[in-house]
């Protein structure tokens, strides 16, 4: 069967092959259409193919062969004995040329500067930071700062027993002043763990940097025992570090003194204020929480947030000393930079 589309309905139709070559009739329209002939290909002897043979392959070149040169001996030098071995040349005094670096830089990088992490650089590291941090607990920590100016400020030391500084002396400051100092609770549950463990870590951290392994004579008597966890004491400062900034972090979370001081204060205020105020000159609340909260400017000084980061620091470097003491012989571990 031959498939063919009718010229009149545009329909595909199919007719028989003795079509091809004449007309046939649509069976949809029943109208007559011519159908193309058939074709079948056939290919004439007599004609020459039109494409020159290929070129012949070139000749194979010529071959060279190099013939070692000897080298002319001098008629006054001695024939060398049989089976004489000449000696190696010295070593060159040129150094070696440097090893190519194996790390390939991603696109957009140039150089690359690597840091070697020395175990005694990242005690030291652990001892220094750990030691700022104390410092840091006699400056403030948090303070209110109206129009950013200080006028009542608190720290580390402060908080434990609910005390902070007053930086201005006018009527309506010292009137306020009384007023937060009954409302300013003690942070002792917290900060006076924080303080105590931070002197002893600081201490135990000194000690272990300028004092080697001791023995029990070393020691005195009611510290001998210090002698059998010498041994142990990196690990011990790591935990001790890591306590210190976990208490430090849930200080931070929960507030301290005079932050919570200043709150019950803002608090009452607006409970005066929403009820001084009259029906239609009433403020919305969310609106006067806002503005005398505004008016103190309670925040964390940047000391604080500077004692974290200490913290952190030490953590990370007396742990990578712990890791790399655990090494053994191996060359101390670099930290790559691209740039």
């Not at 060159?92 to 005694?120: C, F, I, N, R």
């Not at 609770?185 to 600081?202: A, E, G, K, Q």
Request: include cysteine; charge should be neutral.
């Amino acid at each position: 069967m031959i498939r063919q589309i009718c010229p009149n309905c545009l329909q595909a139709v199919e007719v028989p092959e003795t079509s091809a070559g004449s007309s046939a009739t649509c069976p949809q329209c029943e109208q007559a259409f011519p159908v193309p002939a058939s074709y079948s290909p056939t290919v004439s002897p007599d004609v020459a193919p039109t494409q020159p043979p290929p070129p012949p392959p070139p000749p194979p070149p010529e071959t060279y062969v190099l013939v070692p040169q000897e080298s002319p001996v001098s008629p006054n030098r001695p024939t060398p004995p049989p089976g004489f071995v000449p000696p190696a040349p010295p070593p060159s005094a040129d150094p070696p040329p440097p090893k190519a670096s194996s790390v390939s830089l991603p696109a957009g990088y140039d150089h690359t500067v690597s840091v070697e992490l020395q175990p005694p650089a990242l005690a030291w590291i652990s001892v220094i930071a750990l030691t700022l941090v104390l410092i840091s607990t006699s400056f403030s920590w948090v303070g209110a700062f109206p129009g950013d100016y200080r006028v009542y400020s608190q720290n580390a030391w402060q908080s434990v027993f609910g005390w902070f500084t007053t930086h201005t002396y006018f009527d309506e400051t010292l009137a306020e002043e009384s007023e937060l100092r009954t409302l300013t609770p003690r942070n002792w549950f917290i900060m006076t763990p924080y303080l105590l463990m931070l002197v002893s870590t600081v201490g135990l951290s000194w000690a272990w940097q300028l004092w080697s392994h001791p023995t029990r004579d070393q020691l005195p008597r009611r510290v001998s025992w210090l002698a059998t966890i010498w041994p142990s004491l990196p690990r011990i400062l790591l935990a001790l570090n890591v306590a210190l900034l976990v208490l430090l972090l849930l200080q931070l979370g929960s507030g301290f003194g005079l932050e919570t001081a200043i709150d019950q204060r803002i608090a009452s205020q607006v409970a005066e204020k929403m009820d001084q105020a009259s029906g239609g000159g009433k403020l919305p609340r969310p609106f006067l929480v806002g503005e005398i909260t505004g008016r103190y400017n309670v925040q964390t000084t940047n000391v604080l947030w500077l004692t974290l980061g200490l913290h952190t620091l030490a953590v990370l470097t007396l742990g990578s000393w712990n890791w790399t003491q655990r090494r053994g012989s191996q060359s101390p571990p670099r930290v790559l930079f691209q740039c």
